[in-house]
């Protein structure tokens, strides 16, 4: 089983609300990664999460705010977004050998975002 | 010069043919290679994985990987429509790099019926 869900699939917010994005998967990966795609580019990283700890933040700004519950969840928390941050939303998850490198990559089916 | 190079396209190919994607990257470290398949308005799936020089099949699928000229392709033998999607490379560095995953822009693929 290499499945990664995420929910909600599509989500239409104002620039006022909040939100978020969960994502969820129970292959006992322990890497877990929020990617942004726009239209005709490849996945920009976000962030990486590596035992639940925050091991990379690509610079994203404030208003996005990850978490990570536990082994198996991972939130995107959004808050005060711009239009522009409309965008497909990709969560993966990998595992993590002993000598630390982590494994391949799977990809969720991904969150349609479009802010107003 | 882009992390990962990979030619836009769109390739088109006939039904049946070999359809050849390639990639170069330009960080000698970089230790695993990764071709996604990536349908319109869907996810990336992962086709194929390859780690060390030579090729790897999978099906119709053949990874090939020389670390010398930094050069990755994927060859898609007896191509069929549904085959047509957008295929991205990706490229993982060592550890010390944080396991990032860098991806080329993509390479679109068109197979005519």
């Known amino acids: 089983d290499t499945e990664v869900t995420q929910t909600p699939k599509h989500l239409v917010m104002g620039m006022t609300n909040k939100k978020s994005l969960k994502c969820e998967q129970h292959m006992g990966h322990r890497a877990m990664y929020w990617y942004k795609q726009k239209a005709k580019k490849p996945p920009e990283l976000m962030f990486v999460y590596s035992y639940e700890k925050l091991s990379i933040n690509e610079s994203v700004p404030s208003r996005f705010s990850p978490e990570c519950p536990n082994s198996s969840l991972l939130n995107l928390h959004l808050h005060a977004l711009q239009p522009e941050d409309s965008a497909l939303y990709l969560c993966a998850s990998s595992f993590i050998h002993r000598a630390g490198g982590a494994d391949t990559q799977y990809f969720g089916p991904g969150t349609r975002l479009t802010v107003l | 010069q882009k992390e990962v190079e990979q030619n836009s396209g769109p390739l088109s190919v006939p039904e049946g043919a070999i359809a050849s994607l390639n990639c170069t990257y330009s960080d000698r470290v970089s230790q695993s290679f990764f071709w996604y398949r990536q349908y319109s308005g869907k996810s990336p799936e992962l086709i194929m994985s390859i780690y060390s020089n030579g090729d790897k099949e999978d099906g119709r699928f053949t990874a090939q990987l020389n670390k010398a000229s930094q050069y990755v392709s994927l060859l898609i033998r007896d191509s069929q429509p549904s085959d047509s999607a957008t295929y991205l490379c990706?490229?993982?560095?060592?550890?010390?790099?944080?396991?990032?995953?860098?991806f080329g822009t993509g390479t679109r693929l068109a197979v005519r019926p």
């Open positions: 990706a490229v993982r560095k060592e550890k010390s790099s944080g396991d990032k995953l860098t």
